[in-house]
């Protein structure tokens, strides 16, 4: 059985989207995503006001900042959260905030759901628009339906290849020769005692279980042939490691 109700919501120009919902699931606590830059944060009047009606309504929040504008660190904000929220069931509200969020808010729903973790993200169709606010007015008020989204599992990465993808980061270029210690140094692949040929298998295991996934998931480019070549990891994979390691 999980404990609690806890949702995630961004904070855009919005009040009713965010806490109506809320208290129509029964909500026992919610995370607010906001810009951690103020300088660049005019939504700050809206959150605000959605921490007074959450406080009147009794609704435990953290205020959780982070760049709004930026899906990698937004990613690494839901993971974040995700993992620490893990024993509970978790709703993403991805109808506030900016359209990054809302996508960032899919994605991390897809991306980090496991078997035993219930994520489930949902759009707030509101009762009316205001199609021209006015300085301090929300976008939109009321809650007229809330929708369930569907919530398809996507593949991420091994730990493993992570790992050794962060190894390969902070080498910048590394030889298999040096690889092929590292990831033995910290257990990412093994060579059994009794192999014919010790040095074949070692550079078999690594191939075999981390430069080809690597390659697959184009995370890597290995330059060069032989002896010589060297790996480095490519924008991909640099882009990945900012929300996964």
Same mark, same amino acid.
């Given at each position: 059985m999980f404990s609690l109700r806890v949702h995630i919501a961004p904070v855009g120009f919005e009040v009713d989207r965010i806490v109506l919902p809320l208290i129509r699931l029964k909500a026992d606590k919610i995370w607010l995503i906001t810009e951690k830059n103020p300088e660049v944060d005019s939504a700050k009047p809206y959150l605000d006001k959605v921490k007074d009606e959450l406080d009147k309504h009794k609704i435990q929040y953290v205020v959780e900042k982070c760049g709004i504008r930026d899906m990698f660190d937004i990613l690494k904000t839901y993971r974040r959260i995700i993992e620490e929220e893990h024993k509970h069931q978790i709703f993403i509200n991805v109808s506030t905030g900016t359209k990054i969020e809302a996508i960032a808010g899919m994605m991390a729903c897809m991306m980090f759901k496991k078997d035993q973790r219930h994520i489930s993200p949902y759009y707030v169709e509101p009762e009316d628009y205001n199609v021209k606010p006015t300085q301090g007015q929300p976008l939109s008020v009321g809650c007229k339906e809330i929708f369930p989204l569907p919530d398809y599992k996507i593949e991420k990465p091994d730990e493993r290849l992570i790992h050794t993808l962060v190894i390969i980061s902070e080498k910048g270029k590394i030889s298999k +020769?040096? $690889? @092929?210690?590292?990831?033995?140094?910290?257990?990412? &692949?093994? =060579?059994?005692?009794?192999? %014919?040929?010790?040095?074949?298998?070692?550079?078999?295991?690594?191939? +075999?279980? $981390? @430069?080809?996934?690597?390659?697959?998931?184009?995370? &890597?480019? =290995?330059?060069?042939?032989? %002896?010589?070549?060297r790996i480095k990891i490519t924008e991909e994979g640099q882009n990945v490691l900012k929300f996964l390691a």
């Open positions: +020769k040096e $690889l @092929i210690q590292d990831c033995i140094n910290e257990n990412l &692949i093994s =060579v059994k005692s009794d192999a %014919r040929n010790p040095e074949v298998a070692k550079y078999s295991a690594l191939n +075999k279980n $981390l @430069i080809n996934p690597l390659l697959s998931w184009r995370f &890597i480019e =290995v330059m060069g042939v032989g %002896r010589r070549s």
